[in-house]
């Protein structure tokens, strides 16, 4: 079947030669998503939709992620030539011999945060005192416990239950939870419910969601097809937020059980989490290193990292395109 399958791939390939003269063959390139197809993704989605990854000679595979898919994992496995996660996660499989590396990172600004509702009057960290707030292990919860420790709230001075129900807060059983605020807030908020989100990345918590990574094997193999991959997608990025109804309609056709108003309401909050004045001057998905090694911090003091990783061979810069003006 392998063989088979190859030749199939090859013949497919030399008769598209014939036929386009001084075409080439794609690469075959499959990426791993950190969760299930929504609009996070559009700007891997519109740069396949849009041709960008079949221009730049990539045969792209977008691939979702879910409760029991690890990109970090597949990729190091060589299952996936890309992922995308947190910077958190990626560190955290460096830690444990993955050897994986950022040649991008898409979210400038970082979801995740506490989520209440409004009328709760918790609008700074320092709000929390005395309230019942839900978590679970993860991201959000390393992120939250560093941004009350930098406003001085210790978690003695909170009501902590242990739970990944958004519904919890709706119903009023806690006061605040843990969560994503692009998705969890706005799911509230169009049921009626308004909310209020304190973001650690407004409090002096730094890191990068959306990463771009693959195995340090792939840099040093094929430097040329990691270059065109990350520019095509900075390009999707670019086109997905310049068109948000058309992306909108693209992704939930894929998809078809999303809320096509909730993701339209999404799209729209995430485009002040890509760009920023940096991304303004450098180009979507452009990343700062210091905010990597920040990020190390954060987990060696929140997030259970104990083993000593070498933060310098954990991101690349070199695969960023340089904006022209």
Excluded at 128 to 143: D, F
Excluded at 280 to 297: D, L, N, Q, W, Y
Aim: one cysteine or more; a neutral charge; charged letters at 20%.
């Amino acid at each position: 079947m392998r063989i088979r399958s190859l030749f199939f791939s090859l013949s497919t390939c030399l008769a598209g030669l014939m036929a386009a003269g001084p075409a080439f063959c794609a690469d075959a390139v499959s990426l791993r998503l950190p969760w299930f197809l929504n609009v996070q993704s559009a700007g891997y989605v519109m740069a396949k939709e849009k041709g960008f990854y079949d221009k730049a000679g990539l045969d792209v595979t977008i691939m979702p992620g879910g409760p029991n898919l690890n990109s970090t994992a597949l990729v190091a496995s060589g299952a996936n030539t890309f992922g995308t996660s947190d910077v958190g996660q990626i560190l955290l499989g460096d830690a444990n011999g993955m050897d994986l590396v950022v040649v991008a990172a898409c979210f400038q600004r970082h979801p995740a945060g506490v989520i209440s509702l409004a009328k709760s009057g918790i609008h700074s960290p320092a709000d929390l005192k005395g309230k019942t707030l839900a978590y679970t292990e993860g991201g959000p919860w390393t992120l939250t416990k560093a941004m009350l420790a930098k406003a001085g709230v210790d978690l003695s001075q909170l009501k902590l239950v242990v739970s990944p129900s958004i519904e919890l807060v709706a119903n009023g059983s806690v006061d605040a939870e843990t969560g994503f605020v692009i998705n969890e807030a706005v799911a509230l908020n169009l049921k009626g419910m308004k909310t209020s989100a304190l973001l650690p990345s407004d409090y002096g918590v730094r890191t990068y969601a959306e990463a771009i990574f693959a195995s340090r094997k792939t840099l040093e193999t094929k430097p040329d097809m990691v270059k065109r991959f990350v520019a095509s997608t900075q390009a999707g990025y670019d086109y997905a937020y310049a068109h948000q109804d058309e992306t909108v309609k693209a992704i939930t056709a894929l998809n078809p059980q999303l809320d096509p108003r909730q993701q339209a309401a999404q799209l729209a909050m995430q485009e002040s989490y890509i760009y920023t004045d940096y991304t303004r001057k450098h180009g979507a998905c452009a990343f700062e290193p210091v905010v990597i090694s920040e990020t190390a911090k954060t987990l060696r003091d929140f997030g259970g990292l104990s083993k000593e990783i070498d933060v310098a061979k954990t991101y690349s810069t070199d695969f960023i395109p340089e904006k022209t003006p």
